[in-house]
Structures are given as structure tokens and as C-alpha cells.
């Protein structure tokens, strides 16, 4: 199911709105967004990500919020156009080996990210593996949409 963006004719309304789209429109690569509740946010890059066919990167505190967000976000845009780059499952300079699994949805998802294909298995799942669980991963994921999912 895809929502309908009813607050979309909405934000181009705004001149803090045609600032950002203005902005992004002539190279700036990063900005700041802020004082958004979550619900809001989330409609605001669907609308973003619609008007520039810009990738887009979210950042989370953790890896239930990127998935959460990566839900809502995939409701807004369509299945498909949200991926999420699943943290690390062991520390950088540990002697354990990452999971095969963690670390082919990393490649997965940093491949869509460059534009490649989504990778020997297919399509890269939008959001952890599909049992909510988060596939097994310790907290501090991110949802990136945009190259991670939005086509450029």
C-alpha cells in the first residue's frame, strides 16, 4: 500500500521549503533540517526525495528506528526506493569474523547506493529481513534512502 501525500502541495507553500529545494538544486551537497517532529520529517524527505530525485541519506540512533522509519518512508515512496544499510554486527578491529548475511545486505545496499544493481540475490529487502527482528543486528543502523533505494 502506498500513502497518498496530501500535505505534498503543501510544502512547496512554504519559503523555507523552496529555500531547501532551491538549495539542493544548485549543488548543496548537505543541510540541516530541524524542529520537525518525526511524522513530519519523514513526509518532508518523501516530498524532497519526489521533487529532486535526489539520493538521500537518514541517519538513526538506532537500528529499530531505521527500520521504522524505513517503513514509513517506504509508504510514502513505494516499495523498493528505501534501503536499509544494516550497522555492523561485530566492532572493527575484532577477531570475530561479520556474518555472511549482515555483510552481503551491507554490499547489497551500498551497491543500490552507487547505482549498481541490487546484487546476486536480487532485489536488497527495504528494511532488515523481513521478520521485524532487525536480523539479528545490534543497535546504531541508519535508514538511507536515496542512492541506498531512491533512484538518482
Request: glycine content about 16%; hydrophobic content about 45%; some cysteine.
Amino acid at each position: 500500500m502506498q500513502l497518498v501525500d496530501v500535505t505534498g502541495p503543501l510544502w512547496p507553500e512554504l519559503p523555507e521549503y523552496r529555500g531547501l529545494i532551491d538549495g539542493l538544486r544548485k549543488g548543496i551537497r548537505e543541510t540541516l533540517v530541524h524542529g520537525l517532529p518525526q511524522p513530519a520529517a519523514l513526509a518532508l524527505l518523501a516530498t524532497v526525495a519526489s521533487d529532486t530525485a535526489r539520493p538521500l541519506c537518514v541517519l538513526t540512533p538506532d537500528w529499530a528506528q531505521a527500520e521504522a522509519a524505513a517503513d514509513e518512508l517506504a509508504a510514502w515512496l513505494g516499495p523498493g526506493r528505501v534501503v536499509c544499510l544494516p550497522p555492523r554486527d561485530v566492532l572493527p578491529y575484532a577477531v570475530v569474523a561479520q556474518s555472511a548475511d549482515v555483510a552481503a545486505r551491507r554490499v547489497t545496499a551500498l551497491a543500490r547506493a552507487l547505482g549498481g544493481p541490487a546484487g546476486p540475490g536480487g532485489p536488497a529487502e527495504p528494511a532488515g529481513d523481513g521478520t521485524g527482528s532487525g536480523g539479528g543486528a545490534p543497535a546504531g543502523g541508519g535508514v538511507e534512502p536515496g542512492g541506498l533505494g531512491l533512484p538518482a
